[in-house]
């Protein structure tokens, strides 16, 4: 038995030519794109920097009031 190829891509409208969405829908959805990836890449920083010093904050602001030195110790 022969085993039939999938392809992956999509077979959605074609952004060449053509009328109704045109060349608008393209820009905005490039537009959109590079917004999320960049919004993205900000997300990472951002989780990456201020992981520690929120629990640090939040372990100082609960019952009982532990000392900075307590925190950061393993003792």
Do not use: R
């Amino acid at each position: 038995m022969a085993s039939k190829v999938v392809s992956l891509k999509s077979k959605g409208k074609s952004t060449k030519g053509g009328g109704g969405g045109g060349k608008g829908g393209s820009d905005k959805l490039k537009c959109l794109k590079e917004w999320t990836g960049w919004a993205m890449g900000k997300a990472k920083v951002i989780t990456h920097y201020g992981f520690i010093p929120l629990v640090i904050i939040i372990g100082m602001n609960s019952e009982p009031k532990p000392q900075l030195s307590q925190l950061l110790t393993p003792f």
